[in-house]
């Protein structure tokens, strides 16, 4: 398997592997196609990228800068994670965060944020930071991964892609 930057050519493999990722997901409301191709149309993500194995797509991670209210830079959100759903399970996931969080920390990124299943993501050191929040979100589903020791504090806002529904 290899890990890569998406290209023009993937676009159509990841709106389908998201889909399918997202089809019966108990918290999903099967907006997330619409969130990256907003992100993409918006040209907000800063890292997206695929996983490929035997020359196609099974998996992709989207990256995109977020706001902090205290004046924070460098943080950015975490989502969506697809993975071919005959294909989860086997670490392709845990392959594309790993990649993508190395990246981003090598390039001077402060941190990450996320809305998601505590029990998965913690692997990768994230937790809850009582110091931020996401409004709507349960706390112990919005996860943070700070880099170094600056720690941002207060609200966080995910880009206006995140309400695309269609």
Not at 22 to 28: I, L, M, R, T
Not at 56 to 68: D, L, N, T
Not at 142 to 163: I, M, N, Y
Request: glycine share 10%; proline share 4%; hydrophobic share 45%.
């Amino acid at each position: 398997m290899k890990i890569r930057r998406e290209t023009e050519s993937d676009i159509i493999a990841i709106n389908k592997i998201t889909a399918a990722a997202f089809k019966d997901h108990p918290y999903s409301h099967q907006t997330e196609v619409f969130i990256v191709k907003a992100l993409r149309a918006a040209n907000a993500l800063t890292l997206s990228l695929v996983a490929e194995a035997e020359g196609r797509v099974v998996g992709h991670i989207a990256f995109s800068s977020v706001v902090i209210s205290d004046g924070s830079e460098g943080w950015y959100g975490i989502g969506p994670l697809s993975v071919a759903p005959e294909l989860q399970r086997q670490g392709i996931g845990k392959a594309l965060v790993n990649e993508g969080l190395a990246t981003l920390n090598e390039s001077g990124a402060n941190g990450c944020v996320l809305v998601g299943d505590p029990d998965y993501y913690k692997r990768f050191g994230f937790r809850n930071l009582p110091e931020l929040t996401l409004e709507g979100v349960p706390p112990e589903n919005f996860l943070a991964l700070a880099f170094g020791k600056d720690s941002a504090r207060d609200a966080v806002s995910f880009h206006e892609a995140f309400l695309a529904a269609g």
